[in-house]
């Protein structure tokens, strides 16, 4: 899916602090999947996700509980505060890093800018 912003208002916790890492209102589902639908290895997992946009990387927590591998698809939602530095009409970039028998597999994904919803 698209890599988005919600503008919408966020949850705050007891301390009024956004817990970015399942409130943040930079949200990147990403779904992997193999082109001709073949099988993918039952103990490949999610690692890592970035995001690059206007130059500056970061890092973006995924939730375990919103993972789910299938036969041919792997999938999961990750989500953040983005920098301050992201810009709207720039190229957004997803990198995941995937496990498999303990090596990195990496997949990059691009979309032209990134999205405003509310």
Known sequence: GNIYVNIMPRII?????????KNGNLIAPIMIETVDKKK????LTVKQIWIKNNNIWQKILFNREETEAKETAISTVARACPSDKFDVDKEI??????????????????????????
Request: with cysteine; charged share 25%; net charge positive.
């Open 13 to 21: 916790d007891e301390n009024q602090k956004v817990d970015c890492s």
């Open 40 to 43: 993918l290895p039952s103990n």
């Open 93 to 118: 970039i997803a990198v995941v890093e995937l496990k498999y028998k303990g090596k990195s597999y990496f997949v990059r994904s691009s979309q032209n800018k990134l999205f405003i919803t509310q």
